[in-house]
Each structure stands twice: as C-alpha cells, then as structure tokens.
C-alpha cells in the first residue's frame, strides 16, 4: 500500500523559505517519478515541480529558480525547498508519484498516488 504524507507548511511573509517534506512508503518500483503539485481556491491544480528516477527534474516555469525538489532515497522522503516566496504561491501544496509510464509527471492526471496535502500562506 502506498502512503504520501506531507509536512512543513506553514505561514510565511514575502521573500520567506519554506521546506515541504513527503514521507512515502510502498512505492517500491524502480523506475517511478515523484511531484509537488499546488491548489489555491478557484485554481486548477498545478504541477510545480517533479523528479524522476534517474534524478532528472522538471519545474513549471512560475517557480523555477525558486523552488528545489529533491529526495532522500534512504530516508524515502521527498522535498521541496521553496525560496523567495511570493503571495501567489500561496496554495495547498500536495506531493504525488507513481511509477513512470513516460508521460509528463508535471500533470497530475498521470500519478495515482496522492498525500493530504499542507497549506503554504505567503502574505505581503
């Protein structure tokens, strides 16, 4: 059974950092990916950042720069690093994976697998 637990969001000000953490247990195939998606009310859902199985990443265009996804395979935890936060980034943030069939893994609509979520609040 696949489990995705988030933790580390939080209320921060403008230009603050933030750490996002994933536990994941159960996902044991090889060749799987892993994303950070957000949801802010009246927003489709967005991919923010995922990464692969060779270590490889991919950023939506509005974080990158800013935001870091990495993973500890040992601790089986996965990250998001989130600098110089803005108001918009603002959002209920979820972690999701799923073993990887070649498709984009910035689309959420292709990973089965979803935690909780935990809220970032970013004010001005």
């Known amino acids: 059974q696949v489990r995705l637990v988030e933790s580390g969001g939080g209320s921060v000000q403008t230009g603050g950092s933030l750490r996002l953490s994933c536990a994941v247990s159960?996902?044991?195939?090889?060749?799987?990916?892993m994303g950070w998606f957000r949801q802010a009310p009246g927003n489709e859902r967005e991919g923010v950042a995922a990464?692969?199985?060779?270590?490889?990443?991919r950023y939506a265009e509005s974080v990158k720069g800013r935001f870091t996804i990495s993973r500890d395979n040992v601790k089986n935890i996965l990250y998001l690093q989130m600098n110089s936060l803005q108001p918009e980034d603002t959002a209920m943030y979820s972690c999701?994976?799923?073993?990887?069939?070649?498709?984009?893994?910035?689309?959420?609509?292709?990973?089965?697998?979803w935690g909780q979520g935990t809220q970032v609040t970013v004010s001005s």
């Open positions: 159960g996902l044991t195939d090889s060749r799987y990916c």
């Open positions: 990464i692969y199985f060779d270590d490889s990443t």
């Open positions: 999701a994976g799923d073993e990887w069939h070649g498709l984009s893994c910035l689309d959420g609509d292709n990973l089965r697998y």
